[in-house]
């Protein structure tokens, strides 16, 4: 039996997420398919986390255990002529038989993307958030550093099936920062692990600092433990981005 790692980007606008979900297209459900034809028998793929409907992925890592001896530049050639050409792999090697994707992940940096002119290209339109409003971004740049820390964070947190089961939302965030790149308004974040709608929550937060509505000790209360503070307001998922996953 063999353990392979990949790397892999794709566009997330046609598809219901990463996790397998009955009639819908997954980008898990698209790799399991086609790795079961290679191997004429079923695969199971792990995944690095779970992105949601309409994310995208510049660096996604996966693994799953085949027989076939096939060398991994020929898997990942057989893969790519399968796959559909919104997932491209770029990456293929042999990993330990124990290595988890999500388990195993040290970190986790993820990137968001708001247009800011008038008129959005329509290049851009699948891939950021328009927001040609009046905005204030020397707030968001200056109060973004206070997402960095461990925190409980529950009012940054959908709901999510596993929550009867009482898991903890408490994250540690390495880097959290905004800035302006040109014509767009970046928010970039790392941390140990993201909770559902997460990073989507926290640019939603940011927004309203930006409109006037948030202030820093709206951001600090969010943080505390024991909030009650309902979770929001949620941006767009298609502007969202897994740049990377980092292992030792």
């Not at 060398?71 to 050409?85: E, H, S, V, Y």
Request: some cysteine; charged content about 25%.
């Amino acid at each position: 039996m063999r353990r392979i790692r990949v790397t892999l980007s794709y566009d997330g606008t046609a598809y219901h997420g990463w996790q397998v979900q009955p009639a819908l297209s997954t980008i898990q459900g698209a790799l399991q398919t086609v790795l079961t034809e290679i191997e004429n028998a079923a695969v199971s793929v792990d995944g690095s986390g779970r992105t949601d409907a309409g994310v995208h992925a510049l660096a996604q890592v996966a693994a799953f255990t085949i027989t076939n001896p096939i060398p991994c530049a020929n898997l990942q050639k057989a893969m790519n002529r399968l796959l559909p050409r919104d997932i491209r792999i770029l990456e293929v090697e042999e990993a330990a038989p124990d290595f988890h994707p999500r388990f195993h992940a040290k970190a986790k940096t993820y990137e968001y993307r708001i247009v800011r002119t008038e008129i959005c290209s329509p290049f851009e339109r699948l891939y950021a958030l328009h927001h040609p409003y009046p905005l204030a971004e020397a707030p968001i740049f200056e109060l973004a550093p206070l997402i960095e820390g461990e925190h409980d964070f529950t009012a940054f947190a959908a709901t999510d099936e596993k929550d009867e089961i009482g898991l903890s939302k408490v994250r540690a965030i390495y880097s959290s920062r905004a800035e302006r790149r040109g014509e767009m308004l970046i928010y970039r974040v790392r941390g140990s692990g993201f909770l559902k709608h997460m990073v989507r929550n926290i640019v939603g937060v940011l927004l309203e600092v930006g409109k006037g509505n948030l202030t820093r000790e709206d951001i600090a209360a969010r943080l505390r433990p024991g909030c009650e503070i309902p979770a929001g307001p949620t941006v767009p998922a298609r502007g969202l981005f897994l740049v990377g996953v980092e292992y030792d």
